[in-house]
């Protein structure tokens, strides 16, 4: 982890049993229970009623309880650990595309040195874009708050006019609604890619090589989009809702043996299993703004810093940096 994520994880260990905690989620459902279940216990202490019913029914249940919450908590995890994984490929790709085209690409004129600085901007603009939009925040309203000296907007459509019996395309002044974001960022970095190798200020070895760069950023987006709009189906996760409070509702019913202190035995087994649905809720979708979800916006701005700190100075020359040959050969 970097110094900033450690600094930031050892800040919230000190509250972390409140804040983290998925107590803060299901607190009120498990006072329900709690509530539910000295209901119960009065009725069968005072009304002269044995309500009481045999045990057999958790055995039963508990055992269906069981598997469906793993597979669910499993099945969530692995999207959290899936997400993760594809957001450092994000990472990697981001970093690589904003070397090559620092390092890879020649100057001869200032102009080009200040397109070549905006092109690595663009890339940690991209990031943001995929934050976003994984976010359903869409617009370029967030990358251009973060990065003001750029100017993002969408492009302009075209309209078809029809001329003589030929199709004409031309510009509408209006920009086009609907458009994704991160690929539309991507089209721009590939226009500045195929700007600088028509100029002959970049190898086409090194454009292709960037290209293909490009390829793999827009499969990770598209991968990630995968996750944020395929969640568990709907049937699966109201029938195990539904399961759980079955049993739940009808565990008091089963440990009027102990009394008042069934009140705390299905508190406690309310806490747990509802707890385990609701850490499984909450990690499925990884991109929001959930306590423990990913630290994206700590992912883009270490980004945004690595690629501003990478443009702050030339390209490294290999005169700046390599020995003479006298010490070499001592």
């Not at 800040?11 to 498990?30: D, P």
């Not at 309500?51 to 057999?56: D, K, Q, V």
């Not at 290209?211 to 499969?219: A, F, H, P, T």
Request: hydrophobic share 45%; aromatic share 10%.
């Amino acid at each position: 982890l970097s110094y900033k994520m450690r600094a930031t994880y050892a800040k919230e260990s000190i509250f972390a049993h409140f804040r983290l905690g998925i107590l803060r989620v299901i607190w009120y459902k498990v006072l329900i229970n709690a509530v539910w279940a000295a209901i119960i216990v009065s009725i069968h202490k005072y009304s002269g009623t044995a309500i009481n019913l045999e045990s057999t029914f958790i055995t039963i249940v508990n055992v269906v309880i069981s598997m469906i919450l793993a597979f669910r908590t499993n099945t969530a995890y692995d999207r959290f650990w899936e997400g993760r994984k594809l957001w450092g490929s994000l990472y990697t790709s981001t970093r690589n595309l904003g070397r090559m085209i620092w390092v890879n690409t020649k100057e001869q004129s200032e102009k080009d040195i200040l397109e070549k600085k905006h092109a690595v901007m663009l890339c940690s603009g991209l990031v943001y874009s995929v934050k976003h939009h994984l976010r359903e925040e869409y617009g370029f309203d967030h990358i251009q708050s973060v990065l003001p000296h750029l100017k993002m907007k969408p492009r302009k459509k075209y309209n078809q006019v029809m001329d003589d019996g030929e199709v004409t395309l031309i510009d509408s002044p209006e920009p086009r609604i609907k458009t994704n974001c991160p690929i539309d960022v991507t089209c721009q970095i590939g226009a500045f890619l195929t700007h600088v190798k028509d100029k002959t200020l970049m190898d086409l070895q090194v454009y292709q090589a960037s290209q293909n760069v490009l390829l793999g950023i827009v499969d990770t987006i598209s991968s990630l989009e995968r996750i944020q709009t395929t969640p568990l189906p709907r049937a699966y996760t109201l029938h195990l809702s539904h399961v759980l409070w079955m049993y739940l509702l009808m565990l008091p019913f089963q440990m009027l043996k102990y009394d008042w202190w069934t009140i705390l035995v299905c508190s406690l087994s309310a806490f747990c299993f509802l707890g385990i649905e609701g850490m499984a809720f909450e990690i499925e979708n990884p991109f929001g703004y959930d306590l423990n979800d990913l630290k994206v916006d700590l992912f883009c701005d270490e980004i945004r810093e690595e690629l501003e700190s990478l443009t702050e100075s030339a390209p490294p020359k290999v005169a700046e940096w390599m020995l003479p040959e006298t010490t070499l050969i001592q």
